[in-house]
T-cell receptor
Framework: AQTVTQSQPEMSVQEAETVTLSCTYDTSESDYYLFWYKQPPSRQMILVIRQEAYKQQNATENRFSVNFQKAAKSFSLKISDSQLGDAAMYFCAYIRGGSNYKLTFGKGTLLTVNP | NAGVTQTPKFQVLKTGQSMTLQCAQDMNHEYMSWYRQDPGMGLRLIHYSVGAGITDQGEVPNGYNVSRSTTEDFPLRLLSAAPSQTSVYFC??????????????FGQGTRLTVV
């Protein structure tokens, strides 16, 4: 079974600084997708960024970027120029390609942004 | 466009009571899922559906029942509530057929307390 591990239960960063959240996963599949979701105090799950396993180029969305190391099965999220609104729980998630939609989530990392 | 709508947002049940959590999406998505979120556990898949009339079990299905009579609706039934079912429940939907576009859209969650 696939597993997703987030080894940092909590992280903190100063406003305007950069922070990296770690995620590793275990799979024997070659076709899969990885995601980072943000959950602010409102509880809403918001997709931050997506990476297709077949793409070598790391995904980027404005201040958010990933470091996808396929061989190492690592998928870290870098947040640049951190803002107070980035404070949230962040979940790493995995889905096997063609799996009819079954996401496997990590346990989450709570990010605090200090002014 | 409402997206994924869950009702109610909060609910308190007594042990042994039954209830239905409602989920509706207006995006004509094929795939719908139910997750539960517990502290330190991330989100875990309860049941999912790949289309009207088709459902299957996820990681933690015991004590829950689902049906999918229409594309839009995917209710989750608690048959006889137990304190262990105290959790936050999320409904999600997505359109993907081929695994290319696997973004999941989440409802705002239902916080359920069983006393």
């Amino acid at each position: 079974a696939q597993t997703v591990t987030q080894s940092q239960p909590e992280m903190s960063v100063q406003e305007a600084e950069t922070v990296t959240l770690s995620c590793t996963y275990d799979t024997s599949e070659s076709d899969y997708y990885l995601f980072w979701y943000k959950q602010p105090p409102s509880r809403q799950m918001i997709l931050v960024i997506r990476q297709e396993a077949y793409k070598q180029q790391n995904a980027t969305e404005n201040r958010f970027s990933v470091n996808f190391q396929k061989a190492a099965k690592s998928f870290s999220l870098k947040i640049s120029d951190s803002q107070l609104g980035d404070a949230a729980m962040y979940f790493c998630a995995y889905i096997r390609g063609g799996s009819n939609y079954k996401l496997t989530f990590g346990k989450g990392t709570l990010l605090t942004v200090n002014p | 466009n409402a997206g994924v709508t869950q009702t109610p947002k909060f609910q308190v049940l007594k042990t042994g009571q039954s209830m239905t959590l409602q989920c509706a999406q207006d995006m004509n998505h094929e795939y719908m899922s139910w997750y539960r979120q517990d502290p330190g556990m991330g989100l875990r898949l309860i049941h999912y559906s790949v289309g009207a009339g088709i459902t299957d079990q996820g990681e933690v299905p015991n004590g829950y029942n689902v049906s999918r009579s229409t594309t839009e609706d995917f209710p989750l039934r608690l048959l006889s509530a137990a304190p262990s079912q105290t959790s936050v429940y999320f409904c999600a939907s997505s359109h993907d057929r081929s695994g290319v576009n696997t973004e999941a859209f989440f409802g705002q969650g239902t916080r359920l307390t069983v006393v």
